[in-house]
C-alpha cells in the first residue's frame, strides 16, 4: 500500500503539466493498485498519455486522453488538498474546461425512468 506524500514528473504540453504550471509537484496517496506497465504501450498507441509519472518513469501517476476536452485520472488523491477558495489545480482546471465545453441550459436531458 503506497501511503502518504510522492513526486510526480509532468510530461510537458500535457492537461497536467498546463494545470500545475510545474513539472515536478507531490502528492498525497492512499492506495493499494497500480498502473499495469504491461499495458502503458498498447495504450498509450490507442491515444492514453502518461501524464505524469514517478521521477525513474516505472510508475504512472496521472493519465489523460490525447482526444477528449478533460479526461484526466490520478493514481493519488486531489481531493486531500483542495479547499472551496482553494481549488487543486485539477479541479479548478476541470471547472474551466466544463464552462467552456457545455453552457448552461445545453446540457441534453437525463433518460430518467418513470418508474422511479
Known amino acids: ?3 502518504g506524500l510522492y513526486p510526480c514528473k509532468l ?18 496517496h492512499r ?3 497500480e498502473f499495469n506497465n504491461e499495458y502503458r504501450e498498447l ?3 490507442a491515444g ?9 518513469g516505472r510508475l504512472v501517476e496521472i ?3 490525447a482526444d477528449h476536452p478533460w479526461m484526466i485520472g490520478t493514481q493519488f488523491h ?3 488538498t483542495s479547499r472551496p477558495n482553494r ?3 485539477l479541479f479548478r482546471d476541470f471547472i474551466e474546461m466544463a464552462t467552456k465545453t457545455i453552457r448552461v441550459g445545453d446540457q441534453r436531458p437525463l433518460p430518467l425512468s418513470s418508474n422511479a
Not at 492514453?48 to 525513474?56: F, N, V, W
Open 48 to 56: 492514453l498519455i502518461a501524464s505524469g509519472t514517478s521521477p525513474d
Open 78 to 80: 486531489p481531493e486531500f
Open 11 to 28: 510530461l510537458p504540453n500535457t492537461r497536467a503539466a498546463t494545470a500545475y504550471k510545474d513539472s515536478l509537484v507531490h502528492e498525497r
Open 63 to 65: 493519465c489523460e486522453l
Open 43 to 45: 495504450l498509450g498507441k
Open 1 to 3: 500500500m503506497r501511503l
Open 31 to 33: 492506495h493499494r493498485f
Open 87 to 89: 481549488p487543486h489545480p
